[in-house]
């Protein structure tokens, strides 16, 4: 499959690297996910929301390239995109066409994409950086075209323990720390809404239970809903 430079590295290269090394190229704890388990569920979420559509797809911060692989088929080409080397080289060995890329400026002319989605990448950055990616993810993709964005929802108590005790136990096997942001979903969709889009669904979803929620503000999702999933679509202005 081919592989292209055409972005630099970013600050957790390195953290990436080590723990690739670890896990290796078909694993989801080599893209940060805790359990095989909780990656499988999540991925089969996101699935289903993307459906039956076609086209070209573009896997953004891709790493090794697992969550799309399974739509690889006569209906779609995906394209994944990521900064890390190690991760391009993974996602190339798992039989995905990557690009060495930068999401902040992608190597995608305007309006060529028929899909892309961004999993578990908005938790290492700031706001603006986020806001940034939405409106490159904006430029690239065509009038009707969605974009699926999943994301760790910090304001949910299982996450922040979960959270607190990993830490905890990575420290104790000297493990790379990531940077980690949050970011609330009304203000993802609002930046959505400023770059283009029109939100189509929005979910909170717990995977290890197989459990999500349209219902974003219950009780029951503020303290079990450890991801966030938005669906947006480009609009044709």
């Known amino acids: 499959m081919r592989m292209a430079e055409v972005g630099a590295d970013r600050h957790t290269?390195?953290?990436?690297?080590?723990?690739?090394?670890?896990?290796?190229?078909?694993?989801?704890?080599?893209?940060?996910?805790?359990?095989?388990?909780?990656?499988e569920r999540e991925q089969?979420?996101?699935l289903s929301l993307i459906g039956e559509r076609s086209g070209l797809v573009?896997?953004?911060?891709?790493?090794?390239g697992l969550m799309g692989l399974p739509l690889q088929s006569a209906e779609f080409e995906i394209v994944g995109v990521d900064f890390n080397h190690s991760a391009c080289c993974a996602a190339a060995k798992n039989g995905i066409q990557v690009v060495r890329g930068d999401v902040f400026r992608l190597p995608f002319a305007d309006a060529v994409l028929d899909l892309g989605f961004a999993c578990q990448f908005f938790n290492q950055q700031t706001d603006q950086a986020v806001s940034a990616f939405i409106a490159e993810a904006s430029r690239c993709l065509k009038p009707a075209a969605r974009l699926f964005l999943v994301w760790r929802n910090h304001n949910a108590w299982v996450h922040r323990i979960a959270h607190a005790l990993f830490s905890v136990a990575d420290g104790f096997r000297k493990r790379p720390r990531f940077p980690l942001h949050s970011h609330p979903l009304d203000k993802v969709k609002k930046s959505c809404e400023a770059h283009g889009f029109v939100v189509i669904d929005a979910l909170v979803s717990f995977p290890t239970l197989s459990w999500h929620s349209r219902d974003v503000d219950s009780a029951v999702a503020n303290f079990i809903g450890a991801s966030l999933v938005l669906v947006v679509e480009k609009t044709s202005a």
């Open 13 to 39: 290269d390195d953290r990436y690297i080590a723990i690739r090394a670890e896990f290796g190229a078909d694993s989801a704890l080599a893209n940060g996910y805790r359990t095989q388990a909780y990656f």
């Open 44 to 46: 089969a979420l996101l």
């Open 58 to 64: 573009a896997d953004f911060a891709c790493g090794s």
